[in-house]
């Protein structure tokens, strides 16, 4: 056999190609990475500012009394800086709001993935997910001048301003987040674990009830802890239903201030740049920032636990 070399132009074809192709996986690799890093960025970055007004405030007020202190009017004078009763109004409306959204976002979830025809599916799916896209603004006039007149006829002494309407139209508009994020969890339950409850005899009910959504519960779970997040978080419903007057109180039936809202009346109000009173709104959404990650780190932990579980 006689040994015959390929031309050099035929050789350096592949050679180009690699080394083409090489360069845009590393290009698509670059990018991918930026896109990751930057969000991990964004949150060191606003982990970094909000630590460090935070700490300023402190040198001039004591952590002690910022978290054990009762009265919460650090633009009167005396001032106070207790945010306790900014802690207990954003839990009392969440805790209204989470009442509503879990139990229907989960009935929700069980019907579109379980007894929903695909055709009714294809219909009420987007309307839910229609309910997540109206502005929160929106909402806040609604509990004010629509639900609160409601709730007054069956209610007569409740006041204009309460934590009771604004939290069940929060619980409305965290809805179809846990219903969309709990029917995927429950539709990616394998079919045979479905079809195997058929065969001993379950009806759809105790299928959906005591097989699939024992399986979904870890996406379940997240669903739970990302509505949770989105109460804690919510500002202008309550900025405008709940009222303004920061008070500790744990009757939804009252007015009182969320931490979200404090935030908004002091940064659009004219407080200076670099006081005290400004330095208070940074060491509130800290405090909101750390109230968000101790459930998200619970609902972390729970869903680890269920997922062994089943």
């Keep these: 056999m006689t040994d015959r070399s390929l031309p050099l132009s035929q050789t350096a074809k592949p050679l180009e190609k690699k080394i083409t192709r090489d360069l845009r996986e590393r290009a698509i690799e670059c990018l991918l990475f930026l896109a990751a890093f930057s969000s991990v960025a964004t949150t060191i970055a606003i982990m970094v500012i909000l630590v460090t007004e935070s700490l ?3 040198k001039e007020v004591s952590i002690v009394e910022f ?22 109004g954003t ?27 695909p055709k009714l599916r294809e219909v009420v799916k987007p309307i839910l997910e229609l309910l997540a896209g109206i502005p929160t603004v929106v909402y806040g006039y609604f509990a004010l001048l629509f639900v609160t007149p ?26 179809p987040l846990i219903s969309s994020i709990s029917e995927d969890a429950m539709r990616a339950v394998p079919v045979e674990l479905r079809e195997g409850s058929y065969a001993m005899g379950a009806t759809r009910f105790q299928t959906a009830w005591k097989v699939v959504f024992p399986t979904a519960v870890s996406g379940v779970s997240a669903a739970y802890i990302l509505g949770i997040s989105r109460a804690v978080g919510e500002t202008m419903i309550v900025a405008i239903a709940a009222g303004l007057q920061p008070i500790i109180t744990w009757n939804p039936l009252e007015s009182a201030a969320t931490i979200t809202a404090y935030i908004v009346q002091v940064s659009l109000g004219d407080v200076p740049h670099g006081s005290v009173g400004y330095q208070t709104i940074f060491a509130a959404g800290l405090t909101l920032v ?14 680890k636990r269920y997922r062994e579980t089943y």
């Design 67 to 88: 978290l054990t202190s009762q009265e919460w009017a650090p633009l009167f004078d005396p001032p106070r800086y207790g945010i306790l009763p900014l802690v207990t």
């Design 56 to 58: 300023a405030l402190f």
């Design 150 to 175: 409601l709730l007054q006829m069956v209610l007569p002494d409740l006041p204009g301003f309460n934590m009771l309407s604004p939290g069940l139209v929060m619980g409305i508009m965290i809805t």
């Design 290 to 303: 750390l109230m968000t990650l101790v459930f998200n780190i619970v609902g972390h932990f729970l869903s």
């Design 91 to 117: 839990l009392v409306t969440s805790a209204v709001a989470l009442t509503v959204a879990i139990p229907a976002g989960t009935i929700a979830a069980v019907f579109l993935s379980e007894f929903a025809a």
